[in-house]
């Protein structure tokens, strides 16, 4: 049996009439930018989070430029990042004008290293950007402490965890703003590009909404110069519709990875990154870690089962960060964990005999 690593048709057959009728309404209207369906997808995603706001732009990469705009982000301003992420973390603080600084990530959970982004803390750092990695929330209350202890700004990138809680509470409302990325592989994934901030600030949500729209307060009024990254109305419907299935889909997510936690313990050299107590994680990936890595991959390949990695390469590995970003000092975990991820299959829709397929196709491997 053939599994694949994601499948976006099975999601769309589930939405496929509700989709088609509110895009006719929005054609019929011809409210395709900032009309009714972006507001009411606004409405409900904020009330979701519990954020005083949100604000639809136009992907995840320009929800986390906007906002770092919107907090005022200078030319030579040092942001701490994790080294081990998606690209455009570092990359967003690289078009905001500022100076990425490397932290390396914890090896229990790959989120932040806390401590290690302490001590790299200098008089230009202004803020922190931690990520969500994988639906696994990082540890709000230490970063929190952190940036209030050195007079820093907190902003989550929460690209990956739509519906994720630290201690009982959605992840996207704990720092100043909170980046979204609706790309089509996320938890809540439009058909096409898609973003959004939120964040405990009402104030700066609203200079995001200004920034994003060209600076404008009313039409033809500039006040600042802004950008243009609106998200389109016709995402904006699929993204309500996939949000009154997100809580169903997440606890099959959950369902899976508990199953595949308890199937994969103790096989082989396999480390699964772990769930603080404090946690609840969604799974945007199901992520495992191995030497042997290579040589799994071949073996499911063979099998027909689909995989990925994320992320293969460390950020500071990256060359066109050499001159942009402070030099890195010693990061091994992050190097370690790009050398050894591996993702399996993880989405809702996944059957109970595709995961079975997959299972058995790595317990195989490791003669389990």
Not at 119 to 126: C, G, I, L, Q, Y
Not at 203 to 220: F, P
Request: hydrophobic residues 45%; glycine residues 8%; proline residues 5%.
């Amino acid at each position: 049996m053939a599994v694949p690593a994601f499948d976006l048709s099975r999601a769309y057959q589930r939405i496929a009439p509700q989709v088609e009728v509110r895009w006719r309404e929005i054609c019929a209207a011809t409210s395709f930018v900032l009309g009714p369906a972006v507001k009411e997808f606004e409405a409900a995603w904020s009330s979701y989070i519990g954020s005083p706001g949100a604000v639809g732009v136009a992907n995840g990469t320009d929800a986390l430029v906007v906002a770092l705009r919107a907090l005022d982000l200078r030319p030579g301003d040092e942001v701490i990042v994790p080294a081990f992420t998606f690209f455009a973390t570092a990359e967003a603080v690289v078009l905001a004008g500022g100076v990425p600084v490397f932290a390396d990530v914890d090896p229990a959970t790959l989120n932040i290293d806390l401590a290690d982004a302490a001590a790299r803390v200098t008089p230009r750092t202004v803020g922190l950007i931690g990520v969500h990695l994988y639906g696994r929330p990082f540890d709000v209350d230490a970063a929190r402490a952190l940036c209030e202890r050195r007079g820093l700004w907190l902003m989550e990138d929460a690209a990956q965890a739509q519906g994720a809680a630290w201690r009982g509470r959605r992840v996207g409302s704990f720092g100043e703003l909170a980046g979204w990325s609706f790309y089509p592989s996320k938890n809540l994934g439009c058909f096409g590009d898609g973003g959004a901030v939120t964040g405990r600030d009402a104030a700066l949500l609203e200079r995001v909404r200004r920034i994003a729209n060209h600076g404008q307060v009313a039409r033809y009024q500039h006040v600042e110069i802004g950008t243009n990254s609106r998200l389109d109305a016709l995402q904006a419907a699929v993204l309500s519709c996939r949000l009154e299935l997100l809580e169903q889909d997440n606890a099959r997510r959950r369902e899976l990875a508990c199953k595949y936690y308890g199937a994969l313990a103790g096989v082989g050299d396999l480390v699964l990154p772990q769930d603080p107590p404090e946690t609840v994680s969604v799974y945007h990936q199901l992520t495992i870690r191995t030497r042997r890595r290579a040589e799994l991959m071949r073996h499911l390949t063979e099998r027909g089962i689909g995989h990925a990695i994320h992320y293969p390469e460390p950020l500071h590995r990256h060359s066109c960060f050499a001159s942009v970003a402070a030099a890195p000092a010693d990061l091994p975990v992050a190097e370690a964990a790009a050398a050894e991820v591996l993702s399996l299959p993880m989405f809702p829709e996944l059957t109970d005999a595709e995961y079975d397929e997959t299972v058995s196709a790595v317990r195989e491997f490791y003669g389990a």
